[in-house]
């Protein structure tokens, strides 16, 4: 079960509550065997998109010190 629920996202807290466990340390042991491949990609995914967004956001500094001057 707590392999399941960590492949599935839950983090250790809400994994550990079902088990009857009052910490997550135990969930953690009992979710390590978990294959987290898929989710590592997705995560990885998202802070490459929110890295071009940033990206195409931010004035270079030269740029701001040329605009505040004109």
């Known amino acids: 079960?707590?392999?399941t629920l960590r492949e599935a996202g839950l983090d250790e807290r809400r994994i550990a509550d079902p088990l009857g466990q009052?910490?997550?340390?135990?969930a953690r042991h009992y979710s390590r065997s978990a294959n987290?491949?898929?989710k590592n990609r997705e995560t990885m995914a998202t802070?490459?998109?929110a890295n071009a967004r940033?990206?195409?956001i931010v004035i270079p500094v030269a740029e701001k010190r040329q605009t505040?001057?004109?």
Do not use: G, I, W
């Open 47 to 49: 802070l490459e998109k």
């Open 54 to 56: 940033r990206a195409k």
């Open 36 to 38: 987290l491949a898929d």
């Open 68 to 70: 505040r001057y004109e």
């Open 1 to 3: 079960m707590a392999t």
């Open 22 to 26: 009052k910490t997550p340390s135990v």
